[in-house]
């Protein structure tokens, strides 16, 4: 196919020239692509330069797949992930009345877009382009992947060489019905049904199953209230007196009221020294008369209780020793 690259400023293009555009250069196909954003496309554009018609594909930002894979292997998930990219392109495409035998499935103008992280393909309306061997058609893509796909990967290679011997046949086009059987999607679908068959609680059999499934599964219930009979009948309870209480900590509460009034007493001491040592109004020191009081007062209590709850303590304490 005849293509060139054009970079300005800022995008670079695919540039491909219209072969038959001059008749009709406002066909149906060549304005449904370069008026609409399909997401599975590159952008396009429709340029008239000295009476020919050229479409310009936008790739700023994508690396096509043949260089993106230059240099290594394609992976088993990457593979089968791009096939069923090149199968929802079909599927997306016929939404707006387009045909996917259009679709250039060539690794040299298939592009990867890193902003998406998806492939998005070039769409070619002109029919009568002979050079145009992969239009439609996936055996070029296909071809590509047997060489880069590592054989480790039993379940890829098999899917991608059915798929090559498949893409001769005349018409054949890439379709999710198709991966799924390549791939074997079906069948590791089904694989993961059977264990609702024999063995679960939720899908009984009838006949002999039945026996068969009631001794395999009991209930969890039933078990703990037939071991709680047999408890009860090997031993009865016996009869006790009250559970002794614990023995509380003494001297916990009393020593933080005595630290109370410590604090207290350190209050009034410190008020004292800034009303002796500090030259204060008449109004402060009033105010600091009345607060050593206060904390006096206050100090002496906590103090006096304190003491009183300590001998108590001691007397407990005391009591319970004699006993």
Same mark, same amino acid.
Request: proline residues 6%; glycine residues 6%; negative net charge.
């Given at each position: 196919?005849?293509?060139?690259?054009?970079?300005?400023?800022?995008?670079?293009?695919?540039?491909?020239?219209?072969?038959?555009?001059?008749?009709?250069?406002?066909?149906?196909?060549?304005?449904? !692509?370069?008026?609409?954003?399909?997401? *599975?496309?590159?952008?396009?554009?429709?340029?008239?330069?000295?009476?020919?018609?050229?479409?310009?594909?936008?790739?700023?930002? =994508?690396?096509?797949?043949?260089?993106?894979?230059?240099?290594?292997?394609?992976?088993?998930?990457?593979?089968?992930?791009?096939?069923?990219?090149?199968?929802? *392109?079909?599927?997306?495409?016929?939404?707006?009345?387009?045909? /996917?035998?259009?679709?250039?499935?060539?690794?040299?103008?298939?592009?990867?877009?890193?902003?998406?992280?998806?492939?998005?393909?070039?769409?070619?309306?002109?029919?009568?382009?002979? @050079?145009?061997?992969?239009?439609?058609?996936?055996? /070029?893509?296909?071809?590509?992947?047997?060489?880069? =796909?590592?054989?480790?990967? $039993?379940?890829?290679?098999?899917?991608?060489?059915?798929?090559?011997?498949?893409?001769?046949?005349? %018409?054949?086009?890439?379709?999710? *019905?198709?991966?799924?059987?390549?791939?074997?999607?079906?069948?590791?679908?089904?694989?993961?049904?059977?264990?609702?068959?024999?063995?679960?609680?939720?899908?009984? @059999?009838?006949?002999? @199953?039945?026996?068969?499934?009631?001794?395999? #599964?009991? %209930?969890?219930?039933?078990?703990?209230?037939?071991?709680?009979?047999?408890? #009860?009948?090997?031993?009865?309870?016996?009869?006790?007196? $009250?559970?002794? @209480?614990?023995?509380?900590?003494?001297?916990?509460?009393?020593?933080? !009221?005595?630290?109370?009034?410590?604090?207290? +007493?350190?209050?009034?001491?410190?008020?004292? #020294?800034?009303?002796?040592?500090?030259?204060?109004?008449?109004?402060?020191?009033?105010?600091? %008369?009345?607060? !050593?009081?206060?904390?006096?007062?206050?100090?002496?209590?906590?103090?006096?209780?304190?003491?009183?709850? +300590?001998?108590?303590?001691?007397? /407990?304490?005391?009591?319970?020793?004699?006993?």
């Amino acid at each position: 196919m005849n293509y060139s690259y054009y970079t300005d400023s800022l995008n670079k293009y695919l540039v491909i020239p219209l072969s038959g555009a001059e008749d009709n250069p406002d066909g149906y196909q060549h304005r449904m !692509i370069a008026a609409n954003h399909i997401g *599975a496309l590159l952008p396009c554009a429709l340029r008239r330069i000295d009476q020919k018609c050229f479409l310009y594909y936008d790739v700023t930002n =994508t690396q096509t797949l043949s260089s993106r894979f230059a240099n290594r292997r394609v992976g088993a998930k990457e593979a089968e992930d791009l096939l069923y990219q090149v199968a929802e *392109a079909g599927r997306d495409i016929a939404g707006f009345l387009l045909d /996917a035998a259009h679709l250039i499935l060539d690794p040299d103008l298939m592009f990867y877009d890193y902003g998406t992280e998806r492939y998005r393909f070039v769409y070619y309306p002109e029919t009568a382009e002979e @050079e145009v061997d992969s239009l439609g058609r996936p055996c /070029a893509l296909l071809s590509f992947l047997v060489g880069k =796909t590592p054989m480790l990967e $039993p379940r890829c290679a098999k899917a991608v060489l059915y798929l090559r011997d498949r893409c001769r046949e005349p %018409d054949f086009i890439l379709q999710e *019905a198709v991966l799924d059987r390549a791939f074997e999607r079906h069948a590791e679908e089904n694989k993961e049904e059977p264990h609702t068959e024999k063995g679960s609680p939720a899908a009984p @059999e009838t006949g002999a @199953e039945d026996v068969h499934i009631e001794e395999l #599964w009991t %209930d969890p219930l039933q078990d703990e209230e037939a071991d709680a009979e047999e408890d #009860w009948l090997a031993d009865p309870p016996r009869e006790t007196g $009250p559970a002794p @209480e614990p023995k509380k900590a003494s001297g916990g509460r009393e020593g933080t !009221i005595l630290a109370f009034s410590l604090f207290f +007493l350190s209050a009034a001491l410190f008020m004292e #020294w800034a009303r002796v040592s500090l030259p204060l109004r008449e109004e402060m020191s009033l105010l600091l %008369d009345v607060g !050593i009081i206060f904390t006096l007062v206050v100090a002496a209590a906590l103090a006096i209780t304190g003491v009183i709850r +300590l001998a108590a303590a001691c007397v /407990a304490g005391l009591h319970r020793i004699a006993d």
